[in-house]
């Protein structure tokens, strides 16, 4: 079984922070982990979905938050 994790994107107007950045992206997908972002998460942070190397990047997060093990992000799940 693969583990899933998800990175929401904050739902509150003054956050500017994202659950995970970028960098550790590679590392986790040559791990066997599958991630999945959803779309425009770490656009406050300026980071854009492309940078998220070998995620899946979802612009339905409910279904986002079907299909996963972890999800890191907004505390308002």
């Known amino acids: ?16 922070r994202v ?25 406050d942070a300026d980071f854009a979905d492309a940078e998220y190397v070998g995620a899946q990047v979802e612009t339905d997060r409910t279904a986002l938050l079907t299909k996963q093990d972890e999800a890191h992000g907004s505390e308002n799940i």
Do not use: C, F, H, Y
């Not at 079984?1 to 500017?16: F, G, H, N």
């Not at 970028?22 to 986790?28: A, T």
């Open 1 to 16: 079984m693969t583990l899933q994790i998800a990175v929401l994107k904050q739902i509150q107007s003054d956050e500017r």
């Open 19 to 43: 659950a995970m950045m970028p960098s550790p992206m590679q590392r986790l997908d040559n791990l066997g982990v599958q991630l999945r972002i959803e779309a425009g998460a770490g656009q």
